[in-house]
Each structure stands twice: as structure tokens, then as C-alpha cells.
């Protein structure tokens, strides 16, 4: 059973708003060497606003976009679709819309063309190729810390999106918190571009962090860390990262199935409170040995 030392932490932490499904999450959140962090949505707040968007018809790219993302769950879909309803434009209806992880969005036309909407990965996928103003575009969004979205048909892209996101309240201090803690490798894992990593790093004072990846790079990496690993997200991708690691740690705010794939939920989004739960869990450790 149980020690009793163990469950008045869990208690504790439930409390303050960290949510330990069970005392082996606890033990292994006492153990924990590397920290993961998802980007989006995790450390910053993913609540996303379109910040640029060139295309020789704003309009119809605007439109396509909305109409694409309108079936996507990712924080950039949301920020696409809140920008034309403000502008009062119409999304195109499309049919057949399919989630392509780490890249994007396709779906169809009604008049059957694949029209997608994603980072330039997907563009590839698609044979489509910016073109040297669209590249200019895309290279002075990176400078900006913006991440992009590419809207098209087929292999012509209609149009470049720029993407902003916020940090987190708090971000720096809980990662100082987390290294005060003992937790010596907190690293971020995101699938957006180097620019906007290397920026959101630097505001939060993180050293280690990978970019570009896709979820199933994410998951490599994981296995590869200095263990045991938890691994902290939100998102729908983040799920099998979630389940991969040591120890899975959601935000409140994240989708089911990512809270579902958790071990730890952070309640109230707040993970500022996870230094405290390593030094909880810790304690409560060595009380029991
Ligand atoms: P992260 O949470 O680290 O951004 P994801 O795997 O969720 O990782 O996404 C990786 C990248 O894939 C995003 O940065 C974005 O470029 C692209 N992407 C994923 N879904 C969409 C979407 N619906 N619309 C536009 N881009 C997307
Ligand atoms: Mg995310």
C-alpha cells in the first residue's frame, strides 16, 4: 500500500494544483533528471494572433486558410480563423480536411484540387516551392520570432501567414525554479522552425533545445535524454510524448487526450508550480526510504 508520507504529498500538491494520478507518478517525478518542454501552448500561451500576411489576393489567401484550419485543433488553426471572422471574411468550404502532424493541414476543393495550409515541410509534401518574394517574406518573419504558415493549392503557394505567440507569465522564474529543484536538463521540443526556438529559449533562459521536429523525432529524443525523463504538453502531438516518457506532465488547459496520456496535470496551467512538486515528491522520497 501506499506510505502515508506519500499520500499526504499527493495531497499537498493536489492542493497547489498538481494533480498526481498516482504514487508511482510522484516516485518518478522524485527521480526526474531531464525536463522536455512542448513550445506551443506549453510554455507559451498559445493564444496566437495573425500578425502578417502577404499574398497578392490577402483576401483569398485569408479565406482558404480559415477554411482549412477551421478543422485543425492546433493554436495556429485558431489564431487563422479568429483573424478572418474579425475581418469579416468568409472561410472556403473544403471537404476531406486531414491533420498532417508536425506540418499541417490538406483538404480538398470542391472542384477536387488538395488545397493545405502549414509550415514549409508540408509545402514540400506538396511539391509547392515559395517563391523568391515569398522566401524574403519568410526569412524576415524568422527574424521576428514569428512562426509561419503557408497557404496553397496544390503546388502554387497563394500566401505567407506570420503567427504570434506570447511566453507564459513566469516561464523564467519556473525554470530557475525547476534547476533549484535538482532537475538538471530542462530542454524545450518543439516542430517549429530554429528562428522562433531559438528566441522563445533565450526569453525563458534555456540553454538546450530542439527545433524542427517532428512527433516522432520528439519521441527519439526523449528516449535519448539523460533519464528518467518527463516530458510537459498540451497538445493533441503531444500525446505519444507524453505516454513515451518517464513521466508525462499535462497542462490543465491541453486537449483530452493529452491530459489522459498524463501522469501529473498541472490544474491551473501553472508551471511555475512544478519546481516545488520535484522538491515535494523528493522529500516525500526520503522520508520513505
Ligand atoms: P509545436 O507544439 O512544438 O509547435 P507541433 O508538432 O504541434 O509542435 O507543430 C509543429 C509545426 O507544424 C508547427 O510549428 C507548425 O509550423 C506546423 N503546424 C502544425 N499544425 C498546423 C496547422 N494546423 N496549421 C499550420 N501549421 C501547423
Ligand atoms: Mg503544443
Same mark, same amino acid.
Request: aromatic share 2%; hydrophobic share 45%; net charge negative.
Given at each position: 500500500?501506499?506510505?502515508?508520507?506519500?499520500?499526504?504529498?499527493?495531497?499537498?500538491?493536489?492542493?497547489?494544483?498538481?494533480?498526481?494520478?498516482?504514487?508511482?507518478?510522484?516516485?518518478?517525478?522524485?527521480?526526474?533528471?531531464?525536463?522536455?518542454?512542448?513550445?506551443?501552448?506549453?510554455?507559451?500561451?498559445?493564444?496566437?494572433?495573425?500578425?502578417?500576411?502577404?499574398?497578392?489576393?490577402?483576401?483569398?489567401?485569408?479565406?482558404?486558410?480559415?477554411?482549412?484550419?477551421?478543422?485543425?485543433?492546433? *493554436?495556429?488553426? !485558431? #489564431?487563422?480563423?479568429?483573424?478572418?471572422?474579425? +475581418? &469579416?471574411? @468568409?472561410? =472556403?468550404? %473544403?471537404?476531406?480536411?486531414?491533420?498532417?502532424?508536425?506540418?499541417?493541414?490538406?483538404?480538398?476543393?470542391?472542384?477536387?484540387?488538395?488545397?493545405?495550409?502549414?509550415?514549409?515541410?508540408?509545402?514540400?509534401?506538396?511539391?509547392?516551392?515559395?517563391? *523568391?518574394?515569398? !522566401? #524574403?517574406?519568410?526569412?524576415?518573419?524568422?527574424? +521576428? &520570432?514569428? @512562426?509561419? =504558415?503557408? %497557404?496553397?493549392?496544390?503546388?502554387?503557394?497563394?500566401?505567407?501567414?506570420?503567427?504570434?505567440?506570447?511566453?507564459?507569465?513566469?516561464?523564467?522564474?519556473?525554470?530557475?525554479?525547476?534547476?533549484?529543484?535538482?532537475?538538471?536538463?530542462?530542454?524545450?521540443?518543439?516542430?517549429?522552425?530554429?528562428?522562433?526556438?531559438?528566441?522563445?529559449?533565450?526569453?525563458?533562459?534555456?540553454?538546450?533545445?530542439?527545433?524542427?521536429?517532428?512527433?516522432?523525432?520528439?519521441?527519439?529524443?526523449?528516449?535519448?535524454?539523460?533519464?528518467?525523463?518527463?516530458?510537459?504538453?498540451?497538445?493533441?502531438?503531444?500525446?505519444?510524448?507524453?505516454?513515451?516518457?518517464?513521466?508525462?506532465?499535462?497542462?490543465?488547459?491541453?486537449?483530452?487526450?493529452?491530459?489522459?496520456?498524463?501522469?501529473?496535470?498541472?490544474?491551473?496551467?501553472?508551471?511555475?508550480?512544478?519546481?516545488?512538486?520535484?522538491?515535494?515528491?523528493?522529500?516525500?522520497?526520503?522520508?520513505?526510504?
Amino acid at each position: 500500500s501506499t506510505p502515508a508520507v506519500m499520500l499526504s504529498a499527493m495531497a499537498a500538491a493536489a492542493r497547489g494544483g498538481v494533480l498526481f494520478k498516482s504514487s508511482a507518478a510522484l516516485d518518478a517525478l522524485s527521480r526526474v533528471q531531464t525536463v522536455a518542454f512542448d513550445k506551443t501552448g506549453t510554455l507559451t500561451q498559445a493564444r496566437m494572433t495573425l500578425s502578417h500576411l502577404r499574398a497578392d489576393d490577402e483576401q483569398a489567401a485569408l479565406a482558404l486558410a480559415a477554411g482549412l484550419e477551421a478543422h485543425s485543433e492546433h *493554436p495556429i488553426a !485558431q #489564431a487563422v480563423v479568429k483573424a478572418a471572422q474579425e +475581418r &469579416g471574411i @468568409s472561410p =472556403v468550404p %473544403v471537404t476531406d480536411a486531414q491533420a498532417v502532424p508536425g506540418r499541417g493541414i490538406e483538404a480538398r476543393l470542391q472542384d477536387g484540387r488538395v488545397a493545405w495550409a502549414g509550415n514549409l515541410r508540408l509545402a514540400e509534401r506538396q511539391g509547392a516551392v515559395p517563391t *523568391p518574394a515569398q !522566401q #524574403a517574406f519568410l526569412s524576415e518573419l524568422g527574424q +521576428r &520570432g514569428r @512562426s509561419v =504558415v503557408l %497557404v496553397g493549392v496544390g503546388a502554387d503557394v497563394l500566401g505567407v501567414l506570420g503567427v504570434a505567440d506570447t511566453l507564459r507569465p513566469g516561464m523564467a522564474d519556473a525554470l530557475r525554479e525547476l534547476r533549484a529543484a535538482g532537475v538538471a536538463h530542462p530542454v524545450m521540443l518543439t516542430g517549429d522552425r530554429e528562428e522562433v526556438a531559438q528566441s522563445v529559449a533565450q526569453e525563458v533562459g534555456l540553454t538546450e533545445y530542439r527545433a524542427g521536429l517532428l512527433p516522432e523525432d520528439k519521441l527519439r529524443i526523449i528516449g535519448e535524454l539523460p533519464g528518467p525523463v518527463a516530458m510537459v504538453g498540451d497538445g493533441v502531438n503531444d500525446a505519444p510524448a507524453l505516454a513515451r516518457a518517464d513521466l508525462g506532465v499535462a497542462v490543465a488547459s491541453g486537449t483530452d487526450i493529452a491530459i489522459e496520456s498524463a501522469d501529473v496535470v498541472l490544474m491551473k496551467n501553472d508551471i511555475g508550480k512544478l519546481g516545488g512538486a520535484v522538491r515535494l515528491a523528493r522529500d516525500a522520497q526520503r522520508t520513505v526510504r
